[in-house]
């Protein structure tokens, strides 16, 4: 286990930790992705070809290791994007003319002035180090620097422990969406949006 006071952040994310990037964002997520995605390769595939360094923070261990991340999304790109013909290149096109439609209902559209979180991540091994906190932290400092007003984010109903760590940061609940009789397929109830003013 590394010590706290060795774990670096910065923005993006080596190119040689873009596979292990992948992987934990798509353990993070199974849970809302996992039947709409999986199978697991493909899943993990996907976030390999998609995801943006550009729109992250990482965590870094002392000897280069990939400990975990934030993403974010604004209006000049997203960390988890992708496009219809990502979805082919790995689904094949059947497969991606029916994801397609379902994870637009996923996608999230960010005001004037609003940083939108777009998925936290740390390891396992590295879990319990503070890490959630700092990357959570340094999302906040990302926003004030770009002369954001706010930061949006998220929640979904089957992870309290994200919520809690949320509102200990200053998030609060402006509203919840109910995914109704889609709730099956994406694997929770409802989510809750929460927001952060920032000074």
Known sequence: MSDPDDISLRAGFPEATSATAAQLYWAAFFGKLGKLMGPDERGARFFARVLDPGHAISAIGPDGAL??????????????????????AIYGWFGALWRGPFLALLGRDI??????????????????????????GAILEEAGARGMA????????????AR?????????????????????????TSATRMVCRLA
């Open 67 to 88: 400990l975990g991340f934030a993403g974010f999304k604004t209006d000049k790109g997203a960390f988890a994007g992708g496009s219809l013909g990502d979805l082919a």
């Open 111 to 136: 005001a004037p002035g609003e940083l939108l979180m777009d998925g936290i991540a740390v390891a396992p091994q590295a879990r319990g180090l503070g890490i959630g906190t700092r990357l959570l």
């Open 150 to 161: 706010q930061v949006r984010l998220d929640v979904i109903d089957t992870n309290p422990r």
């Open 164 to 188: 809690a760590l949320y509102e200990r940061r200053g998030f609060v609940s402006v509203g919840a969406e109910n995914t109704g009789a889609l709730a099956r397929l994406f694997g929770f």
